[in-house]
């Protein structure tokens, strides 16, 4: 019993520790490590906006070339894009 008492002292300690180990980490990286928390935090929201812009691009660009590639109206190129990105839910 002794050994879980232990664990959860220990666990519980590295709870009251995190904060300050967060503010540490804002500015200063860990031995071994190149990158600080806010500089990857912005790297993964710069990296999470440019693949949403990219995927946003690249649907309109399929929707507006399908009516230009196979000769029919417009409006027909974003209905084939919306058809096929919608998921087919299985019935349970």
């Not at 990219?54 to 070339?65: C, N």
Request: with cysteine.
């Amino acid at each position: 019993m002794s050994d879980s008492n232990g664990k959860s002292t220990n666990l519980k300690q590295k709870i009251k520790e995190l904060p300050q180990a967060i503010k540490v980490f804002w500015k200063t990286p860990p031995k071994g490590r190149y990158l600080n928390l806010k500089e990857i935090l912005c790297f993964s929201g710069s990296a999470f906006g440019m693949s949403t812009i990219v995927t946003v691009v690249s649907g309109l660009i399929t929707a507006t070339q399908i009516p230009t590639i196979y000769n029919f109206n417009v409006i027909h190129g974003a209905w084939i894009c919306l058809i096929s990105t919608k998921r087919k839910q299985s019935r349970t």
